[in-house]
T-cell receptor, first 114, second 114 residues
Framework: EAGVAQSPRYKIIEKRQSVAFWCNPISGHATLYWYQQILGQGPKLLIQFQNNGVVDDSQLPKDRFSAERLKGVDSTLKIQPAKLEDSAVYLC????????????FGEGSRLTVL | AQSVTQPDIHITVSEGASLELRCNYSYGATPYLFWYVQSPGQGLQLLLKYFSGDTLVQGIKGFEAEFKRSQSSFNLRKPSVHWSDAAEYFCAVGARSGYSTLTFGKGTMLLVSP
């Protein structure tokens, strides 16, 4: 079974530029998550989708971050304009959507903002 | 709101020695509990999980964890550490109702000395 795929793995941009990350979850997984992991900290939830609807985006900085999940499968996370403090690893995870709580993570996309 | 505390930022253990990583959680009822491991440049891999039943749960790579309701703890243990266990370990808590979302602790970095 293929795991969660993310791209790009690494991205370096200047502040105020824009960037987009892509995630393809495990086939059949209804729930998709984007987490932000700043160096030295645990992952923090940015947004959660159930199929193509948003369940929780309370911690998403909506003035600069946006995310969508087209047709309930792939998802894109965009940052525009980027700030220095956005330097982090962006982790995508998926789950079957049942009440088990287990998440399956991709390898992450590491963003460096200069 | 749920939260997780991992009091140890770094732990160094000699190869072959036993290991215990501490985790305390805050949640209004009995949550789902997880331990994930993250090797450098990698995503998070599930080690083990507690949903219900036996409070001592076995995971992959020889790890186990014990849920203690009275102490709100879910400590991770391994009787004999191998050099390949060096990584960062995250404890996470998830709600039993509604859509599953995990809240992570800040992690404990395990260093293994020869």
């Amino acid at each position: 079974e293929a795991g969660v795929a993310q791209s790009p793995r690494y991205k370096i941009i200047e502040k105020r530029q824009s960037v987009a990350f892509w995630c393809n979850p495990i086939s059949g997984h209804a729930t998709l998550y984007w987490y932000q992991q700043i160096l030295g900290q645990g992952p923090k939830l940015l947004i959660q989708f159930q199929n193509n609807g948003v369940v929780d985006d309370s911690q998403l900085p909506k003035d600069r971050f946006s995310a969508e999940r087209l047709k309930g499968v792939d998802s894109t996370l965009k940052i525009q304009p980027a700030k220095l403090e956005d330097s982090a690893v962006y982790l995508c995870a998926s789950s079957p959507g049942t009440a088990t709580g287990e998440l399956f993570f991709g390898e992450g996309s590491r963003l460096t903002v200069l | 709101a749920q939260s997780v505390t991992q009091p140890d930022i770094h732990i160094t253990v000699s190869e072959g020695a036993s290991l215990e990583l501490r985790c305390n959680y805050s949640y209004g009822a009995t949550p789902y509990l997880f331990w994930y491991v993250q090797s450098p440049g990698q995503g998070l891999q599930l080690l083990l999980k507690y949903f219900s039943g036996d409070t001592l749960v076995q995971g992959i790579k020889g790890f186990e964890a014990e849920f203690k309701r009275s102490q709100s703890s879910f400590n991770l243990r391994k009787p004999s550490v191998h050099w390949s266990d060096a990584a960062e370990y995250f404890c996470a808590v998830g709600a039993r109702s509604g859509y599953s979302t995990l809240t992570f602790g800040k992690g404990t970095m395990l260093l293994v000395s020869p």
